[in-house]
């Protein structure tokens, strides 16, 4: 096989890939492999804003894990190889964002509801390291709902001792407006309770996706709200090394919700540093 058909194949490869697939990330400055652990497009919340199409059945439903681990390997291989910038949905990528930044766990759901969350992310964390990428981060994205089951506990543990960085979502400053957005029966106490948890063992990312309602944009008061639960969890000993701000980017699954203009977001940004003191990050409409 010449190398041609070999990208040729490895494209084709990815391009049929079910659970694993490469993504250029602005945010990432780079290539962030994207994870899908929720093929089912289950989740424990239902975002108003949630852009996975819930109205078309996925035809993979499940996890397997060898299918998976075998796409992850791949894909890598395609990339740290330089092949993937011969396809033509990569060949425009400009030289400063030839490199892979992350796997990322997230996809059409929660990923630390799927069952074996621990036995999938230490596999992963193996592929990873058997390829000596240990620059390369693994980004897990969450809702933080699961953070106190055990075997999520130990899948955290696992993105620790290998370059690990949890993204966890808090957008929200009072139960009501949680479950305005969110709408979730978990409640927001537990919610609070398990980044702290989480947040005291190791440093987290904070993601707040703000936006508007039926052309509402949050209130003041609840974006205080939102800046002292963030206090409350640095009270508690909890780390938080930066606040990612940002509003919907693609189209949302409600018609109801409606991006924030930049200079929305750059108030939110600038109220979370001067009441918080935290590290705090505009990400525009235009998402990733
Ligand atoms: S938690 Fe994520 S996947 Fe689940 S509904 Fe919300 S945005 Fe969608």
Redesign the pocket.
Known sequence: MTVHQLHVEHARLFQNNRFVYPVLSRRSRGLSIGVNL?PDKV?????I????DRTRQSETRFVEIDGLLAELGGVLDFVTSGAIFETEKFRETPPALRRLNDIAFSG???PTTYKNFDEIIAACAEVKRNRGLDDVKMVLIT?ASMFHRPHVERGLATLDANNGEIWA?LEAGTEEYFKLV?RTPIPFRQILDNIAAAARVRALVIQALFMRVAGEPPSAAELTAFCDRLNEITAAGGRLKLVQVYTVARRP?EDFVAPLSDAEVNAIVALVGARTGLPAAAFYGSGD
């Open positions: 929720n989740c424990n919340f239902d975002c804003y949630c852009q996975v059409d759901g929660e809702n979502k969110d699954a």
